[in-house]
């Protein structure tokens, strides 16, 4: 059997929410699930966090999967807790079918704001609260500030109540101007729609890394994505300084080894040349189960006999099979290697491959075993 695998543990999944509680004690958490839940597994994520508030996704049909998994982990056809499309509609079809689901939505542009004034759901339910989105400077979503109010005084008239929202541009980067600046905008507007209808506005900026930085504008709701996962949130902070455990751990073993002469090269393009006699490793791993091709400089995670090592990886990532360089380490054929998770977080691996941790958890494809521990 190839042992390339995932290991996805539950006690992580719920600590880090827990620490996302303690860190925001008078918000409601709403779980960000969409991409399969950062590429964890929606169905198992969705187990995980059942004592979220509320469920963040990216569309439609993402919100569908997560309500008939939700509808039948509570055995009922509702769901007890908002699912809120945090991009909204893409079509008025969609929105009154959104409607039949008793989705959430957010609403940011005038499109979405005629279909939401043109078909306002008859009962009170999750769809009569609206997210209104606000640009406050990130420039990617939401109405601007005469917009955002004229809009939410149509759609209070029309019996919607409104959550404020907006998302942070440079939230991990603490002394970033920009954050003062959001922050000052957000104020604003939210004072002044609560000046109006303070029992129909509530707000919320934060994501995750808004969570840790910014403890004095988490309002009612804040947005949890990768500090649920034990992901990177801050610049200046490590996942486990802020309390947050790996929930995925990528490991293969090493299935190969070669001895090398000094002048022979490993790999596609022959990258990389022993200078010493050398002792090569291969793992059954590449970019067709998620690691990323473009590294520099990696390392892969070995614990053996109670040593620890970095091993480093060498020659190209092949779509199957990946190197490492075991020359002045004892280990050896059916020995486990952790690509990324507990031992090495995958924010390093990140760095040698010039993203963030994010990405690779969302790029880890369909083929790696997946394998749920407690
Ligand atoms: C994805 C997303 C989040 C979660 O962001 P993290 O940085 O993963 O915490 C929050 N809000 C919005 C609008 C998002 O799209």
């Known amino acids: 059997m190839r042992h390339t695998t995932i290991t996805l543990?539950?006690?992580?999944?719920q600590k880090n929410l827990n620490t996302i509680r303690q860190n925001a004690p008078t918000a409601k958490v709403m779980a960000m699930v969409k991409a399969n839940a950062y590429g964890h597994g929606i169905a198992w994520a969705l187990q995980g966090l059942l004592e979220a508030d509320a469920y963040g996704v990216a569309s439609f049909g993402e919100g569908v999967q997560v309500?008939?998994?939700?509808?039948?982990?509570n055995c009922q056809k509702l769901s007890v807790k908002p699912i809120v499309l945090i991009e909204g509609v893409f079509s008025q079809?969609?929105?009154?079918q959104a409607l039949d689901y008793n989705f959430s939505c957010v609403v940011h542009c005038q499109n979405q704001l005629d279909w939401a004034l043109a078909n306002v759901p008859k009962n009170v339910s999750f769809s009569r609260t609206i997210w209104l989105k606000y640009n406050t400077g990130m420039n990617r979503l939401g109405f601007g500030k005469n917009d955002v109010l004229a809009s939410a005084k149509l759609l209070m008239d029309k019996g919607y109540n409104i959550i404020l929202t907006s998302h942070f541009a440079c939230a991990d980067d603490r002394e970033n101007l920009a954050n003062g600046l959001q922050i000052e905008r957000f104020n604003e507007v939210l004072g002044a729609l609560k000046a109006m209808h303070a029992d129909k506005i509530q707000g919320s900026l934060c994501n995750s890394a808004g969570i840790f930085n910014f403890p004095s504008v988490h309002y009612d709701w804040v947005r949890a994505g990768i500090a649920l996962y034990g992901g990177m949130a801050v610049a200046d902070k490590t996942p486990n300084q802020l309390g947050l455990r790996p929930v995925m751990t990528f490991t293969t073993h090493i299935f190969a080894i070669h001895e090398l002469n000094?002048?022979?090269?490993?790999g596609y393009g022959g990258l990389w040349m022993a200078d010493k006699p050398s002792r090569i490793g291969v793992?059954?791993?590449?970019?067709?189960?998620?690691?990323?091709?473009?590294?520099?400089n990696a390392h892969v995670f070995i614990t053996k006999n109670s040593q620890q090592f970095l091993i480093p990886v060498v020659g190209r990532v092949a779509m199957d099979m990946m190197m490492i360089d075991i020359t002045d380490v004892p280990v050896g054929v059916g020995d486990e290697v952790v690509l990324w998770g507990e031992g090495l977080p995958a924010y390093q691996v990140a760095n040698w491959a010039n993203t963030i941790d994010y990405e690779l958890f969302c790029k880890t494809t369909a083929r790696p075993l997946?394998?749920?521990?407690?």
């Open 370 to 374: 997946r394998q749920l521990a407690m």
């Open 9 to 13: 543990k539950a006690s992580a999944l």
């Open 283 to 296: 793992l059954s791993v590449g970019y067709g189960d998620g690691y990323p091709r473009v590294v520099q």
């Open 67 to 73: 309500f008939d998994i939700l509808s039948k982990i």
């Open 262 to 266: 000094v002048g022979e090269q490993v």
């Open 93 to 96: 079809s969609e929105w009154l």
